[in-house]
């Protein structure tokens, strides 16, 4: 073997080394007289370049899944903190990268939606409950063919007197009743303005055409109305029992002993 054939290998040898110690830029750069050494110098030098670019390559990728780490977890921390609204819009070189992305803007998507829907059906529940808590506070009964009993129960303000009066007077039309009792016994306050919405579904319910009778009064109420100076327009009884023989005995229903 040649001086320069040794000196050639040596180059290369060096070259090899250097590369593998961190220097990607490692080439064998003086060309060989020796056409062999000259062909494997070039062919080292193809490799070295081609390694530098993969590596290169791996190493932007590597960038790029570091950064889309970030994001994702920034993203999944908010998610979890309950903002639902987040969006990846960064736009990634690496398709692996992207197609994560838009992996989890689809799944972000489907909470949203499951969300939205979970809100309609609580929204649907809480009117189904407030209707129904509605129609137990203001229960209208049928006891008879063409008598109502309106039993009211528990605090009466602006508002609930409004809706009884509407309830009971759409009642009263669609079931041709002739008697209405309203049974204030569950009631222990009643302000001015209540009281006035009182006097009104009375008057009301007396010109459709039923007979209104308002059954136990309280004390303390009775005393409100004579201080507001207020005359109910219809007839009074002591009890709903009173109310309700009475109303029997004008209708013709006959009351054994037993239910006296």
Same mark, same amino acid.
């Given at each position: 073997? &040649?001086?320069?054939?040794?000196?050639? /290998?040596?180059?290369?040898?060096?070259?090899?080394?250097? +590369?593998?110690?961190?220097?990607?830029?490692?080439?064998?750069?003086?060309?060989?007289?020796?056409?062999?050494?000259?062909?494997?110098?070039?062919?080292?030098?193809?490799?070295?370049?081609?390694?530098?670019? =993969?590596?290169?390559? !791996?190493?932007?990728?590597?960038? *790029?899944?570091? @950064?889309?780490?970030? $994001?994702? /977890?920034?993203?999944?921390?908010?998610?979890?903190?309950?903002?639902?609204?987040?969006?990846?819009?960064?736009?990634?070189?690496? *398709?692996?990268? $992207?197609?994560?992305?838009?992996?989890?803007?689809?799944? +972000?998507?489907?909470?949203?939606?499951? %969300?939205?829907?979970?809100?309609?059906?609580?929204?649907?529940?809480?009117?189904?409950?407030?209707?129904?808590?509605? %129609?137990?506070?203001?229960?209208?009964?049928?006891?008879? #063919?063409?008598?109502?009993?309106?039993?009211?129960?528990?605090?009466? $303000?602006?508002?609930?007197?409004?809706?009884?009066?509407?309830?009971?007077?759409?009642?009263?039309? *669609?079931?041709?009743?002739? @008697?209405?009792?309203?049974? /204030?016994?569950?009631?222990?306050?009643? #302000?001015?303005?209540? =009281?006035? @919405? !009182?006097?009104?579904?009375?008057?009301?319910? &007396?010109?459709?055409?039923?007979?209104?009778?308002?059954?136990?009064?309280?004390? =303390?109420?009775?005393?409100?109305?004579?201080?507001?100076? /207020? *005359?109910?327009? &219809?007839? &009074?009884?002591?009890?709903?029992?009173?109310?309700?023989?009475?109303? +029997?005995?004008?209708?013709?229903?006959?009351?054994?002993?037993?239910?006296?």
């Amino acid at each position: 073997m &040649t001086a320069d054939t040794n000196e050639g /290998l040596k180059q290369i040898t060096e070259t090899i080394d250097r +590369f593998m110690g961190g220097d990607t830029a490692a080439r064998v750069e003086k060309p060989f007289a020796n056409e062999g050494l000259e062909s494997i110098r070039s062919k080292i030098n193809e490799l070295l370049a081609k390694e530098e670019q =993969a590596g290169n390559e !791996f190493h932007l990728f590597n960038m *790029e899944i570091a @950064y889309a780490l970030t $994001d994702w /977890l920034e993203a999944l921390q908010q998610v979890n903190n309950g903002n639902l609204e987040v969006t990846l819009d960064g736009a990634y070189n690496e *398709e692996f990268v $992207d197609n994560v992305s838009k992996a989890l803007n689809t799944t +972000f998507a489907s909470l949203r939606s499951l %969300e939205e829907e979970r809100k309609k059906q609580a929204e649907k529940v809480l009117e189904q409950q407030a209707k129904m808590i509605e %129609e137990l506070s203001t229960p209208i009964i049928k006891v008879w #063919d063409s008598v109502l009993v309106l039993p009211i129960i528990g605090i009466v $303000d602006s508002k609930r007197a409004e809706e009884m009066m509407e309830k009971l007077l759409t009642k009263v039309v *669609e079931e041709q009743i002739h @008697y209405t009792i309203v049974d /204030l016994t569950g009631v222990t306050v009643i #302000d001015t303005r209540t =009281a006035d @919405y !009182f006097l009104q579904m009375m008057k009301a319910s &007396t010109l459709i055409g039923t007979k209104c009778i308002v059954s136990g009064i309280s004390p =303390a109420i009775a005393q409100t109305i004579t201080r507001m100076g /207020l *005359e109910f327009p &219809t007839m &009074t009884m002591r009890d709903l029992r009173d109310a309700l023989k009475f109303v +029997f005995h004008e209708i013709g229903l006959q009351i054994s002993a037993t239910g006296q």
